[in-house]
């Protein structure tokens, strides 16, 4: 059924549409669910990750010490990510950021999808880049690698990394040195600290009038936590194609595709 027909979701849609126009400042949460219509897997859907390998696979445990495996795993995960382009949702949710309509975003992908969608937009450079500036990738990204070997620390970039057949040379020599060293991708494992958590959290205790959470679980912690900083007088809207579990409650939640969801919130936005 087309999601106007369904009059229930239509007053939650005005409702969302409603929150949006009188908030001064909103933050905007992110996961898997945003990128799945790019071609990315979510790691829990029926083709996922964790249906061909154990749950910690991506974990800091099996980079060091199942070395081949993490790889492995990491791969296939990558190999969707590589060529992946933004979807309309992303590219909402970019427009939206230009309007000032999205103050900051906190995305669990690595797939650097949302900064990608600025990218494509007809816009300055400067602009693009404070755009870029207000999305933590708490989970970090593909697009960059660490070697370290000999006390440093050596960026790579993706290309740097790439072998003529697509593939991570993740075991590398250096210069002047013995043996080979491992890469590792620059994104958060299993076992690590989130990138930027206190800044986010910051935000959304003192600034953060709304927060729309867009389709993620909030199974994976710290992340998970932040909805229940939002200060009780404020506002949590949740589109996710499946309800979620949330401790603090929530003042509207849609569980529609969320492409579609958020095209009928945009069009009533711009009315």
Not at 199 to 222: F, N, R, W
């Amino acid at each position: 059924m087309f999601l106007m027909e369904d009059e229930t979701i239509n007053v939650k849609i005005d409702k969302i549409v409603e929150l949006m126009k009188a908030s001064n400042y909103t933050i905007l949460l992110s996961g898997a669910g945003v990128s799945t219509s790019s071609g990315i897997p979510d790691f829990r859907s029926e083709t996922g990750l964790y249906t061909k390998y154990p749950s910690d696979v991506l974990s800091r445990s099996y980079f060091y010490n199942k070395t081949d495996l993490f790889y492995e795993a990491f791969h296939e995960k990558f190999s969707t990510i590589l060529n992946a382009e933004p979807n309309e949702g992303h590219n909402i949710i970019a427009k939206w950021q230009c309007e000032d309509i999205i103050n900051f975003i906190s995305t669990q992908n690595i797939d650097g999808l949302h900064k990608k969608a600025i990218s494509s937009m007809g816009i300055n450079v400067e602009k693009k880049d404070l755009l870029k500036n207000s999305i933590n990738e708490i989970h970090g990204t593909i697009e960059t690698f660490t070697l370290k070997a000999r006390g440093k620390k050596n960026k790579l970039k993706l290309a740097d990394v790439l072998n003529s057949e697509g593939k991570i040379t993740y075991r590398r020599q250096v210069d002047g040195a013995v043996g080979t060293y491992l890469v590792k991708p620059d994104v958060v494992l299993f076992g690590e600290q989130p990138l930027g958590y206190g800044k986010v959290s910051e935000i959304v205790k003192k600034k953060a009038d709304l927060m729309i959470v867009v389709g993620t679980s909030l199974e994976v912690y710290p992340f998970a936590y932040l909805p229940t900083l939002m200060r009780h007088s404020k506002h949590v809207v949740i589109i996710n194609k499946t309800p979620i579990n949330l401790q603090r409650g929530y003042t509207v939640e849609i569980n529609e595709d969320i492409n579609e969801v958020l095209k009928i919130i945009d069009s009533k936005l711009h009315e």
